[in-house]
């Protein structure tokens, strides 16, 4: 079965440094989205990307934030000068946009200390 | 601003009974929900989903039930079996419209054996 395939599985990084979470969506989705879950809270948006743009993101997804297709097959987060409360689950998804539901990575743990 | 909302953090129930998660949402403009089950060190996955033109839809032991002049739903496990121990997150969103789905803070099931 087609897997979101997400890398690395945890990152630790200073504070005020770059990190780049990666994915590879499903190879026929069109679709491809960023949520975040902070330890014992709720999945939350951040970001979704359609025809080589972001097409919405929520007000977490500021400037420190950006998303990138490079190549076609990858999609990465990167985040510019890390904080501590950008300690997260990072997850990746992708979708067909016909309503069949996301397709989610298993996650990057992203550790910022 | 809570959207989707999942007033019960946790639920136990016994081995073949049934397990019913309930799931609220404030936006009107709402027209298709999704519940996702999530594990722990996994990313979500999508269960089932249902359309604002429907009040029930049916897979297997799952089944979710609409009422949208209540704006609420519900997910029925029938019978409930310890593998069904986990996370489950209720979802909506614009169906014409792809680019965000709004998850709500989840509900944690233990079927007990």
């Known amino acids: 079965e087609p897997e979101v395939t997400q890398t690395p599985s945890h990152q630790v990084t200073q504070m005020g440094q770059e990190v780049i979470l990666r994915c590879v969506p499903i190879?026929?989705?069109?679709?491809f989205y960023w949520y975040r879950q902070i330890l014992g809270q709720k999945v939350e948006f951040l970001v979704s990307f359609y025809n080589n743009e972001i097409s919405e993101k929520s007000e977490i997804f500021d400037d420190q934030f950006s998303v990138e297709r490079p190549d076609g097959s990858n999609f990465t987060l990167k985040i510019r000068s890390t904080k501590l409360e950008d300690s997260a689950m990072y997850f990746c998804?992708?979708?067909?946009?016909?309503?069949?539901?996301?397709?989610f990575g298993s996650g990057t743990r992203l550790t910022v200390v | 601003d809570q959207q989707v909302k999942q007033n019960s953090p946790s639920l136990s129930v016994q081995e073949g009974r049934i397990s019913i998660l309930n799931c609220d949402y404030t936006?009107?403009?709402?027209?298709?929900f999704l519940w996702y089950k999530k594990y722990p060190a996994e990313g979500p996955t999508f269960l089932i989903s249902?359309?604002?033109?429907?009040d029930k839809n049916e897979d297997g032991r799952f089944t979710v039930f609409l009422n949208k002049s209540a704006k609420h739903l519900s997910l029925h496990i029938v019978p409930s079996q310890p593998g069904d121990s986990a996370v489950y997150f209720c979802?909506?969103?614009?169906?014409?419209?792809?680019?965000?789905?709004?998850f709500g803070p989840g509900t944690s099931l233990s079927v007990i054996p």
């Open positions: 979802a909506a969103s614009v169906e014409t419209s792809y680019d965000k789905v709004i």
């Open positions: 936006n009107s403009m709402f027209d298709y």
């Open positions: 998804a992708s979708s067909t946009g016909v309503g069949d539901g996301y397709t």
């Open positions: 249902i359309s604002s033109i429907k």
């Open positions: 190879s026929n989705h069109l679709y």
